[in-house]
Every structure is written in structure tokens, then in C-alpha cells.
């Protein structure tokens, strides 16, 4: 057995054998995310010297060859209308992402990856694969899919449960 100053501390320390199981489920998942998240994050900024919000809205961008508008964008990550442009902002004073005026709408902009970003994000991208691959190594194909499963049937029912509206 681990001396106590061994083990390590996450989010699920603080349950006891009295909480509920959805509390337990939720800091378990959210204790597993955090740790992928930061590993993740310390590699693309070693690496490559990128942040993750950074490289999410490349890969939004790489689904989206025509583009996005800042508030697609914004609602795609989850995060305000100033964070997206601040991103796009620097971004594009790097040359990986341009503004183009949207062909639906005038008055309003698309930001797309730019040639160069394309193949910046690329290289990065397969490169963020490997580390998610070496994250997951040890958990069995079989347990990875029951997981994929288990975690689409519960984002299925948290969409359909209009659970923003309850009480």
C-alpha cells in the first residue's frame, strides 16, 4: 500500500462511501477529462508552442474548409465571442487563418485556415492523435467501446432531457 503522501489527489478524493453514484459517475469523468486535458495541454505548448483553445479552433476550422463565422465558432467551443476573436486574432497575424467576407451575408466574416495552416494543423493534429492514442494504450479495444457506448447513451439523454429547464 502507497503512503498517504503517495496517492495521487483528483477531483473524486473528496467522496465517501455516503455519495451518490451520479456524483461519484460525474467526478470521475470530470477527473479523468482534466487529466487528459492537462497532459494534453503541457504537450502542445512544449511541441509546438500552441495552446489548446488555439489549436481547437484549427480543428473546427479543418472540418469547415469554406469557414465559420466567429459566432459558429463561439458556439462550437463553448466559449464568449471575445475569446474566438482574440484566437482568430492571433491567428491570423501568424498566417494560419484569414477573414473572408461571408458569401450568405455581407456585413459578416468567415475565418478559414489558410494553405499554410492547413499543414500546420495537420502536422499537429497527427501528432495530438499519438499522445490521445498512448493516453488510452492500456484500456482494452473491448472496454474503449463499451465506453464510447455508455458515454453516447448518456450525451443522448442529456440532450433530450431539456435538462437546462428543470427546476
Known amino acids: 500500500m502507497k503512503p498517504a503522501h503517495d496517492v495521487p489527489v483528483d477531483l473524486t478524493a473528496r467522496l465517501t462511501g455516503g455519495h451518490h453514484q451520479a456524483l461519484k459517475l460525474w ?5 479523468c477529462t482534466v487529466r487528459v486535458e492537462s497532459t494534453i495541454r503541457s504537450r502542445l505548448r ?8 488555439r489549436f481547437d479552433l484549427m480543428a473546427q476550422l479543418e472540418r469547415h474548409p469554406d469557414g465559420l463565422r466567429m459566432g459558429e465558432l463561439s458556439k462550437r467551443m463553448m466559449v464568449t465571442g471575445g475569446n474566438v476573436t482574440g484566437i482568430a486574432d492571433q491567428l491570423e497575424r501568424e498566417g494560419l487563418v484569414v477573414r473572408v467576407p461571408d458569401p450568405q451575408d455581407g456585413r459578416a466574416f468567415m475565418v478559414k485556415l489558410t494553405p499554410r495552416g492547413r499543414k500546420t494543423f ?7 492523435e499519438g499522445w490521445v492514442a498512448d493516453l488510452f494504450r492500456d484500456i482494452p479495444a473491448a472496454d474503449k467501446a463499451t465506453m ?9 439523454h442529456l440532450n433530450d432531457d431539456n435538462i437546462d429547464n428543470r427546476d
Open 122 to 128: 495537420a502536422d499537429m493534429a497527427a501528432v495530438h
Open 148 to 156: 464510447i457506448a455508455l458515454l453516447d447513451t448518456m450525451k443522448r
Open 46 to 53: 512544449a511541441t509546438f508552442g500552441i495552446t489548446l483553445p
Open 27 to 31: 467526478l470521475r469523468l470530470l477527473a
